[in-house]
């Protein structure tokens, strides 16, 4: 039965399921086990809960593990509220939570942002005398660091040696990615330099989010020195490692030093992601290479590489400021008829390219568009079309407009 709870065949588990019971045959609570974690890990929650809610009637009582396979489930789906019921249904029955179960729980008060729920969840685990273990501790250093919380982190790290528990090179990771979240770059890099005198070695992810960090706030040199080091300790980037890395030279206005790190990524099978292709497009517009960019938009599609509307946007203003309006609209409407998913950003672009070019009807147009499409005028747009109206004397659309713009809150 194990064999059948593979993605795409929970059907043929749950079919073979009711031929044996159609049989006379009765399933044990290990096999109920096995069948329910496998409908759980393909994403298949609702019909984990059926079966739980089957056995229950039955001689088999629903144990920890079903109820854990299942709140963990429910978790990953966000459900947090479910889950927690059926957290709460699980301890009436006597049945006792182990780190499992709070680890599961804690990641889905973590991934809704309830943070304070999360560490309530901890601190009743101690209190409990259950031991959290390093995934435990990794999920909830994750979520704090991301929501910049580096003073709360560190207190649960403090908590985390306390318990003689060894932070592993995800958690000093995370934990770096924080600190460079906040812009506390001195501390990142002791965590990067503290880690090894602590027994871990940083690996290739590490490196990129060094690399990363460095990179986003100008310190190319640094980033550069980085990487070096990496091949020094025969380590191989990967397409993180050199996206970071390019995107960093191209806003630095270092592009020549890019095309090599594009062959060294060719010469060692690290894929060029849309990412990878959005910062190049971008440089290239900006210094105002069009038929380069566009000659790596249609690479990019030509390797099944789908643009996202980053790229779209890009690209368009790129076309619009080096005065190719008619190509802009050509590519616009191209991927709207396409049904490609473009936003305010994308229309912005191209409204004003509009009114750069005196054409405020066609812009007011695309506007109309943009609001029946569901895309809702911000305050760039707003101001694009005010300015362009008071240029051109239409005073009374550009004062009915910043009404409009008050009205909406956006001024």
């Known amino acids: 039965m194990k ?22 045959f009765r399933l044990d609570e290990i096999s109920y086990g096995i069948l329910i974690n496998g409908v759980c890990k393909i994403g298949e929650t609702r019909a984990g809960i059926r079966l739980l ?20 489930s429910l978790c990953k789906d966000n459900l947090v509220n479910e889950a927690c019921d059926l957290y709460s249904e699980m301890v009436v029955k006597g049945i006792s939570p182990d780190v499992v179960t709070y680890t599961s729980l804690i990641y889905g008060f973590c991934i809704v942002g309830q943070l304070i729920k999360a560490i309530g969840l901890l601190n009743e685990m ?31 790290l403090a908590v985390m040696v306390k318990a003689c528990l060894k932070p592993d090179v995800i958690v000093w990771s995370t934990l770096m990615d924080g600190y460079f ?22 690996d290739v992810h590490c490196y990129s989010i060094m690399i990363h960090g460095l990179c ?15 091949h020094q300790k025969n380590m191989v980037p990967d ?46 517009c900006k210094n105002r290479h069009l038929d380069k960019a566009i000659e790596f938009f249609n690479k990019m599609k030509d390797r099944g590489i789908r643009p996202n509307v980053y790229t779209f946007t890009i690209l368009l203003d790129g076309l619009c400021k080096c005065g190719k309006l008619k190509n802009a609209l050509e590519v616009f409407l191209d991927h709207l008829t396409k049904g490609y998913c473009l936003n305010a950003k994308t229309y912005t672009v191209m409204i004003n390219g509009l009114c750069k070019e005196g054409l405020l009807d066609e812009a007011s147009a695309l506007w109309s568009k943009m609001e029946d499409n569901g ?3 911000d305050a760039v747009t707003f101001e694009i079309m005010i300015r362009a109206f008071f240029e051109e004397d239409e005073n009374d659309k550009a004062e009915k407009l910043l009404y409009e713009m008050i009205a909406r809150g956006l001024l």
């Not at 795409?8 to 399921?17: D, I, M, Q, S, T």
């Not at 229950?56 to 593990?65: A, F």
């Not at 273990?133 to 709360?152: F, P, Q, R």
């Not at 310190?219 to 020195?225: F, I, K, L, T, Y």
């Open 3 to 24: 064999g059948l709870c593979l993605k795409g065949e929970v059907n043929k588990a749950l079919n073979f399921h009711d031929k044996v019971l159609a049989q006379g």
């Open 53 to 72: 809610r089957m056995i229950e009637g039955g001689s088999i009582k629903p144990n920890l593990i079903m109820y854990s396979t299942i709140i963990d």
């Open 126 to 156: 101690v209190l409990k005398n259950i031991k959290p273990d390093i995934y435990t501790y990794s999920i909830l250093i994750d979520a704090l660091c991301k929501e910049g919380k580096v003073k709360e982190t560190r207190n649960v």
């Open 181 to 202: 979240l906040v812009n506390e770059v001195k501390h990142a890099k002791h965590v990067f330099y503290t880690m090894t005198l602590m027994g871990v070695t940083p």
């Open 216 to 230: 986003k706030i100008k310190r190319v040199d640094n980033a550069m020195n980085l990487f070096q080091e990496m």
């Open 239 to 284: 397409t993180v490692t050199y996206t970071s890395l390019i995107a960093g030279l191209c806003k630095s206005g270092r592009i020549s030093y890019v095309w090599d790190l594009i062959d060294e990524m060719h010469d060692t099978g690290q894929p060029l992601d849309v990412i990878t292709y959005n910062n190049l497009i971008d440089a290239l």
């Open 375 to 377: 895309c809702i005028p």
